[in-house]
């Protein structure tokens, strides 16, 4: 299956793709990111195509995990390298 773009609001990766992490609860759902600085959430029910976005960080490896509704994120920085987003609310960051 190929990820797609989720319309003009969620244009897809722009760059290569470092990391893809499937979601133990809900199996539909697919996080991807890499050097384009977004994780993007997939839905594998219709076609792979981007529901949401979650803005930050700049992955390098297999640096993404998921835990009830927490995603851990490695980035590729000097400051701020760990980021912790609320998957309830997508923009925040803890």
């Not at 539909?28 to 029910?45: A, Q, T």
């Not at 949401?52 to 992955?59: L, N, R, Y």
Request: hydrophobic letters at 40%.
């Amino acid at each position: 299956m190929t990820l797609k773009a989720g319309g003009s609001k969620l244009p897809g990766h722009s760059n290569r793709i470092f990391a893809i992490k499937f979601d133990k609860k809900q199996e539909n759902i697919v996080y991807s990111s890499g050097w384009d600085d977004v994780v993007y959430v997939s839905d594998l029910r219709i076609g792979g195509q981007a529901v949401s976005m979650i803005p930050g960080p700049h992955v390098c490896g297999e640096s993404i995990d998921v835990v009830e509704n927490l995603l851990l994120a490695g980035s590729y920085r000097n400051q701020k390298n760990l980021l912790l987003f609320d998957l309830r609310n997508p923009i925040k960051v803890l």
